[in-house]
């Protein structure tokens, strides 16, 4: 089936209407469109996994790239990859995955393991304009949204177009820009649905990003 639309809450709708697309945006995650007796699966939630969440899984309990809270440990934790998942097929009716493919060295076996667990779910990364003007040394991957499929890039070095970033900061940067991130936050993020499979495109496999 693919990529599927599922509207956001009322209460996101509303705050959005209200121009507090900041609150709506922190709504989100609250936002779980599954029954109460559904099991979800939340892969790299760190230390801030998603409430609605039954199972956890992560790679390491230590990790530089999460910096900014310790492992949670508060439900069924297993430690494992997410290209190699510790689950049988289809165990979970809904698979979470926000903020962690723009971190994978294999995007392929990434999305195929979500969909060999999961019957549906739900991507969210940093879109591919944002990564590229404010590029995170922990991110391999841009990723986009388009015509109903994510379209994936490589990344040959944590920082590629060193050029327009220096742009941005001496241009765009600054607290008119943080503001806007701020208070309109989805463009500058990929939001994905999916059920059943995740279309996808890789636009560059042939390139390495085993860079330290």
């Not at 998603?50 to 439900?75: G, S």
């Not at 309109?184 to 390495?208: A, M």
Request: charged letters at 25%; a neutral charge.
């Amino acid at each position: 089936m693919g990529q599927v639309v599922i509207p956001d809450s009322t209460s996101m709708r509303l705050f959005r209407a209200f121009g507090l697309g900041g609150i709506a945006w922190s709504l989100r995650r609250l936002h779980c469109p599954v029954d109460r007796d559904a099991l979800v699966l939340d892969v790299g939630g760190g230390g801030n996994p998603y409430p609605r969440a039954n199972i956890l899984l992560d790679a390491y309990e230590e990790t530089v790239e999460r910096y900014y809270a310790p492992l949670t440990k508060d439900r069924p934790l297993i430690l494992g990859y997410a290209e190699r998942m510790p689950f049988r097929d289809k165990a979970f009716d809904f698979v979470i995955a926000s903020h962690v493919l723009e971190h994978s060295r294999d995007p392929v076996a990434f999305l195929s393991e979500l969909v060999r667990v999961g019957r549906a779910g739900y991507i969210e990364t940093p879109d591919a304009f944002m990564e590229r003007i404010v590029p995170f040394r922990f991110h391999r991957l841009e990723v986009t949204d388009l015509n109903g499929r994510l379209v994936i890039t490589k990344k040959p070095s944590w920082r590629p177009r060193s050029d327009l970033v220096d742009l941005f900061e001496r241009k765009l940067k600054g607290r008119a820009f943080i503001r806007l991130t701020q208070h309109h936050p989805d463009p500058f993020y990929v939001r994905f649905y999916w059920q059943g499979d995740i279309p996808y495109e890789v636009t560059n496999p042939e390139v390495s990003i085993d860079w330290q």
